[in-house]
């Protein structure tokens, strides 16, 4: 038997590891700076970094490395030995205090949406001492920071961190109106639930558009698809199965607290959920949950695919981000309580998550929009791109009951008087919750549905503690300026539920009548990532971010470039794939395919000319029309390509990209998936839908 609990962790410079190894003024030194988030004195990192170096080499670490999070959503490092000569043909291990919390890589190759000038290619990476360092591959890795030299974020670790800090300082003078003065620190939690198909990798390594655009580009429905629901849940194949055993057993030794794993909806598609921890460790640690399963598939011989849509036809992936606020003292500030002014501090602080909601509906938008998510958002397996909240009947109902002065399941007119009246209690619906929100209350924290699996969980998290913090911010000015807390809160409580109630909606998100009501309301809805982006610079946003720090004026406009160009480029190597795919493999399939089809009737017509060749001929004649729509549309998306160049700015060619390029993609992809079913199985280049799915 494995012993679980001792290996859970193992590879981790933790607390207990550090409590063990640090001299005690050094241990507390260290704790203060996390518990602060101030800069170590170099003094205490040298010792720091010593033990470090003795303890990972003890667990055969060569090697350490910054590991950062770049703007391409992905971690980056950079590995560097321990060696150090010391001039008599010899070596010793070294690790300074120096290196633990400062790298300087060179950062011109990462995307820096024009912060960073080629002359100053310089960048640096700074240790993150609130999320632990660990081994793996024979390496320390250092979670950190990333900035330009000028001090700009080039990452999306920095801004989370920001985030953190500013949702602590709001919601703690929140806290202390309440006379709750011992808390010393408010984090936001998440759990994020990450989706993930696995297919065979011989078949995986047949097909270009999955190894360079990590979904299919065409591909003909199969017969049998996800209708017959028997995969949600189903007992777990066995290789399928040593695949997530391996995954658990690797993520344990890092301390991720891999919890969940079943079968999801679609054929191939699974899911795995870790317990929450505070949001930057949750979003380190889905960063190794999604690197451990690529590499962990690879060894059982299977492809992880992370995309959000790699099969159309069937549910593509997502990740729910279930998100709270906590105070130190262990306390969940979405639990509605049991007191009366438990009650008051939770409908608050509900209070400012509506009204964030409401009020920044755009950047909750944006923030989980890409190319690849563009394929689930609205279309009916993942919530609509229309943004709006799930409190569930009995919650809806008592905001009502607050708006309107009567009492709560009565209608007479009575006051329900906040911190006074006791809530009657909610149930946390597990149950019939609705899972077509976008955005859901579950009971003591919000299920924020709207994630790509594929993407870092880091900027829908920022905007998330951004808008409450805002939100929590206007609140305290009030509460503070206030002569009598008790009406000024009654007031303010009343006041958003007025003024923000359009966000709530606890029916069908996947209806006609929705989006017709949300366009009524006055909602948003951006349905694509070329329409939802522009937002990020609107005034309101920018002022929001500046006004806490999180971005620069410099950087919300590095962020918005970044943005444009990726999706751009995603889109232009998907054409060109698709382009590729169907000259050098389709084309020659089908070829081949009428070649013999005309040979057999020549051949049969030379023996006699009553042979009947009715069959041949047809389906000649029906390919033949198809492969002439097939030269057509090539030569559409080949010139859209060329078109592409003439565009005038960045926003004007990733709209021409959606509009025009993915039109014609999507035109040939039709031409193509009706060619699949016509031509013999053995003439066809690629292994089909059927195929890849059901390949494990
Ligand atoms: P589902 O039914 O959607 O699968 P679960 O109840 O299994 O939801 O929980 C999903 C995730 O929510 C888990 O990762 C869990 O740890 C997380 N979670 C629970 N409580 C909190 C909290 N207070 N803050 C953040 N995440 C939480
Ligand atoms: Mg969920």
């Known amino acids: 038997m494995m012993d679980i609990p001792n290996l859970f962790g193992s590879m981790v410079f933790n607390d207990k590891v550090m409590r063990e190894r640090l001299p005690k003024d050094v241990y507390k030194a260290l704790k203060r700076t996390i518990a602060e988030q ?40 950079k590995h560097d030995s321990f060696i150090s000569p010391t001039g008599d043909d010899h070596i010793i291990m070294e690790f300074s205090g120096k290196e633990l919390v400062k790298g300087e890589p060179d950062a011109s190759s990462f995307p820096s949406g024009g912060i960073r000038s080629t002359f100053e290619a310089r960048g640096y990476t700074a240790w993150d001492p609130t999320s632990y360092a660990f081994v793996k591959d024979n390496t320390l890795y250092i979670p950190t920071a990333f900035c330009s030299y000028s001090g700009e974020a080039l990452d999306k670790k920095t801004p989370l961190l920001r985030s953190m800090e500013v949702i602590n300082r709001e919601a703690k003078r929140i806290l202390k109106l309440f006379g709750n003065d011992n808390v010393k620190r408010v984090m936001a939690t998440v759990g994020p639930e990450q989706e993930y198909f696995l297919i065979d990798k011989e078949l995986y390594e047949k097909r270009p558009d999955l190894i360079y655009c990590s979904r299919t580009l065409f591909g003909a429905r199969p017969p049998k698809g996800q209708e017959l629901e028997d995969h949600y849940f189903a007992s777990i194949k066995p290789r399928v199965s040593a695949f997530m055993k391996e995954l658990d057993e690797e993520l ?62 069937v549910n593509g992936s997502g990740k729910h981000n279930n998100w709270s606020i906590s105070t ?74 607050i708006e309107n002065d009567t009492c709560y399941n009565q209608k007479e007119k009575c ?24 955005f859901a209350f579950t009971g003591n924290k919000f299920e924020f549905r709207m994630l790509g699996s ?123 794939t698709l382009l590729d795919m169907t000259k050098r493999g ?86 193509i998936d009706n060619l699949e079913i016509k031509v013999g199985k053995k003439y066809w280049a690629y292994p089909t839908y059927g195929e890849l799915l059901y390949s494990v």
């Open 454 to 576: 594929s993407s870092s969980i880091s900027d829908p998290n920022v905007i998330l503690n951004t808008i409450v913090a805002e939100s929590l911010s206007q609140f305290a000015d009030r509460l503070e300026a206030a002569s009598d807390f008790k009406s000024e809160l009654t007031a303010i409580i009343k006041e958003t539920i007025k003024e923000h109630k359009r966000i709530i909606f606890n029916g069908n998100n996947y209806s006609e009548e929705w989006v017709k009501e949300s366009e009524k309301r006055g909602l948003l809805n951006l349905k694509s990532t070329v329409e939802a982006i522009p937002y990020l610079i609107a005034e309101k946003n920018i002022k929001l971010f500046t006004k806490h720090n999180i971005f620069s004026e410099a950087e919300i406009f590095a962020r918005y470039h970044i943005m444009l160009e990726e999706y751009i480029k995603v889109l232009n190597i998907e054409a060109l």
């Open 252 to 313: 344990w030794k890092l301390g991720v607290l891999a919890k969940t794993k079943h079968n999801e909806v679609a054929p191939a598609q699974h899911e795995i959920a870790p317990i929450f921890s505070t949001v930057n460790i949750a979003a380190d640690h889905n960063q190794l949950v999604m690197e451990l399963m690529k590499k962990i598939a690879n060894k059982h011989n299977l492809v992880c695919l992370l995309h959000e849509k790699p099969f159309a036809g």
């Open 38 to 77: 101030k800069h170590l004195n170099l003094d205490v990192a040298n010792v720091v970094a010593s033990a470090m170096k003795e303890w990972a080499i003890e667990k055969g670490a060569t090697h350490f490395t910054h590991w950062f999070q770049p703007m391409t959503g992905v971690t980056a490092e």
């Open 586 to 671: 389709i084309i020659p399939s089908v070829i081949s395919y009428l070649k013999d089809l005309t040979e057999v009737v020549v051949n049969k017509k030379s023996i006699s000319k009553d042979l009947n060749c009715k069959l041949e001929e047809a389906l000649i004649e029906s390919i033949s029309d198809s492969t002439a729509c097939l030269y057509k549309n090539i030569e559409k998306l080949d010139n859209a390509i060329l078109e592409a160049k003439n565009q005038n700015n960045l926003l004007d060619t990733a709209k021409y990209y959606r509009e025009v390029v993915y039109i014609a993609m999507q035109e040939l992809r039709s031409v």
């Open 328 to 401: 130190d003292t262990g306390i969940n500030l979405l639990e509605p309580g049991e007191t009366p002014y438990e009650n008051a501090q939770f409908l608050l602080f509900l209070a400012a998550v509506i009204k964030a909601v409401d009020e920044y509906q755009d950047l909750l938008r944006i923030s989980v929009a890409s190319a690849g998510n563009d394929h689930r958002l609205g279309a009916n397996e993942a919530p609509p791109a229309i943004i709006s909240i799930f409190l569930g009947e009995e919650l809806t109902e008592i905001l009502e009951s």
């Open 415 to 438: 006051q329900m008087e906040i911190g006074a009246t006791v809530l009657p209690h909610f149930p946390k619906d597990t149950t019939d919750r609705n899972r077509t929100s976008p």
